[in-house]
């Protein structure tokens, strides 16, 4: 699990955080997905946006 805090520039409002799934959506390593997993959470913790992509291309 990634997850991709703001810069000091920007604000701290929101935070991405990305997650490589496989097919019982558990947590892998990005050789073993099968979907990306993209979360938006705010300064609070809680989620905002979430959206599941399992079209990833598998040429690495």
Known sequence: M???FPDSQE???YRLEI???DAQNRPVNRGQAVAVRRRVIDGQGR???EKIRHKI???R
């Open 57 to 59: 291309s598998r040429i």
């Open 19 to 21: 997650t490589y799934l």
């Open 2 to 4: 990634k997850t991709r």
């Open 47 to 49: 989620i905002v946006t």
């Open 11 to 13: 604000s701290a409002l």
